[in-house]
């Protein structure tokens, strides 16, 4: 089995605490999946610096999400409430703490990107959901817009002054697309399939391009669709990235209705990566319900953010190879954090 000799450093970032929340499709086994996924790529030779996600602050939520909805989802839980806003949107006693936490995984990783020896990419194994919560209401799967608060991260921290957020799930986001006003110098591309949430189909508040695609696109048409509109992104000249990687386009998912393979995905990541090659880059977890497809497709998105030839190591080459502890053993930060405010409006 070929191995990884040389390449960058990749910045993960998760936490246990993230499995609290039962979900129903949206559920913790994506998670562990993911996890799967990094170790993989790190027997192969991946080097990973790992951070434990913290609860995102009252004022991270606050310039992305209405506080008084903040109050609602907070309370949602408290009150035993079987879901939040949408059916899709189930509620547990671990919801409010699990989505507080993946909602601050990108300020950590914008901490640490900030330091001289920081690294460029980092990937947020992050859930429940990312890019369809919006200013004041939860939806698919999705209570907090981790895509919106990493964007924000980065341009409030100096880490960047324009965000370019790249969204390659099956589905548009329209939550990030309806907060890039509040986000701030922010552009926004997406090509996504038909049908559910029924946006994207114009331009929203800010430089936004979408492209719907039919169900049953297959990677091809994908590839050169997603090409179009990084053609428009580079025109637009940002200075930071980042990506809402999903794996719901892919054939199969019980979500999604695109035909992509795995190889098509990861090449469709990897344009990203090259057209965008010298910037910091921050790749958020969105869809994917399917378990082991996941477990592949974070395995190889690791792989190119650390810029891995992506013919290293088949999962098939990697089952049953003694390597390094699981993702469940973090290691503790090597840098001080903020300590996020636990106060949240009544």
Known sequence: MKTLTSAKAVLIVTSNEMLAHLGGKESPERLRAAWRGIDAAERIGVRLERLEAMPASLGELAEIHDPRYLTRLRQAFQKGAAWMDSPDCPVDSGTWTAALVAAGAGPVAVRRMLHPDGPQHAFLAVRPGCHHAKWSRADGFCYLNNTAI??????????????????????????????????????????HAEGFPGTGLVDGDGPAWNWLLPAGTGDEVWLETLKQLLDLMVAWGPDGIVISFGCDVLAGDPVGSMMLTQVGLDRGARQVLE?????????????????????????????????????????????GIPGVSSMVDLVSPPIPHQEPSNEYPE
């Not at 969204?167 to 939550?175: I, S």
């Not at 977890?285 to 190119?304: F, K």
């Open 150 to 191: 990493t964007a924000r991260a980065m341009l409030t921290s100096g880490l960047c002054t324009r965000v370019g957020i790249i969204d390659l799930d099956n589905h548009h986001g329209d939550g990030t697309q309806e907060l890039l006003g509040r986000i701030g110098s922010c552009a926004y591309a997406s090509v």
């Open 275 to 319: 057209r965008f090659q010298k910037l910091p880059t921050i790749s958020v977890l969105c869809g994917g319900y399917v378990t082991s497809e996941l477990e592949e497709s974070v395995r190889r998105h690791v792989l190119a953010l650390a810029g891995g030839d992506m013919s290293l190591g088949s999962n098939s080459e990697l089952k």
